[in-house]
């Protein structure tokens, strides 16, 4: 019998991840407590950015985090960006791009990218009129993790995130989950 608890949820746009707030600059932020009672000792898997959103998982169990983090485990995140995708942009982001991490250059891992035609799966929010602009919506599926590192890359190649949502976490998926749901996994 495994002690230990698993959940997936939804992570929606405006909350940090984590469960306890240090900053004192920050002390209004919305936390994953908030959202749900979750067991003494939980941790999220991974990071997303307060304003991203999407699939975050959470355990108790330690190992299985830092096995989820690990770089045999692909993310996948579908990334609205202001402007249009072209064939070089895609082949460009998939060679790995040169970004800062930490204040030094860092050359990211190769990666899957691709064009979304359909994005009837992804929750709707509203980011901005199309007067501003044309959008376009990306996947792109990476092994590591770097600090925004999926912001930095599209910025890196000129076309900024409006929108940046994790899907899939190795063969866990956000299917179609709504913000702040949470589920239970096994592992």
């Not at 307060?50 to 983090?69: A, P, Q, R, V, W």
């Not at 609205?80 to 082949?91: A, C, F, Q």
């Not at 035609?117 to 990476?142: A, N, Y």
């Not at 599209?154 to 179609?176: F, N, Q, S």
Request: charged share 25%; proline share 4%; aromatic share 10%.
């Amino acid at each position: 019998m495994n002690k230990h608890s698993y959940y997936k949820l939804y992570k929606p746009y405006g909350y940090l991840s984590q469960f306890v707030n240090h900053q004192t600059k920050r002390k209004s932020k919305k936390l994953l407590g908030e959202i749900y009672n979750f067991p003494k000792d939980t941790m999220a898997v991974g990071r997303l950015d307060e304003k991203s959103e999407g699939l975050l998982l959470l355990t108790t169990d330690g190992k299985f985090s830092n096995y989820i983090t690990s770089s045999a485990i692909e993310k996948e995140y579908h990334v609205m960006v202001d402007g249009v995708i072209t064939p070089e942009i895609i082949s460009e982001l998939e060679s790995g791009i040169e970004i800062s991490v930490e204040g030094k250059p860092y050359k990211t891992k190769p990666c899957k990218a691709n064009i979304l035609t359909d994005t009837s799966h992804i929750f709707e929010r509203f980011v901005r009129d199309e007067r501003h602009g044309i959008t376009t919506w990306l996947s792109i599926t990476i092994t590591e993790g770097k600090f925004r590192q999926v912001r930095k890359m599209t910025a890196k190649v000129g076309l900024p995130t409006l929108r940046l949502v994790r899907v899939r976490i190795g063969d866990y998926k956000l299917e179609t989950m709504q913000p702040a749901e949470v589920l239970p996994v096994s592992y």
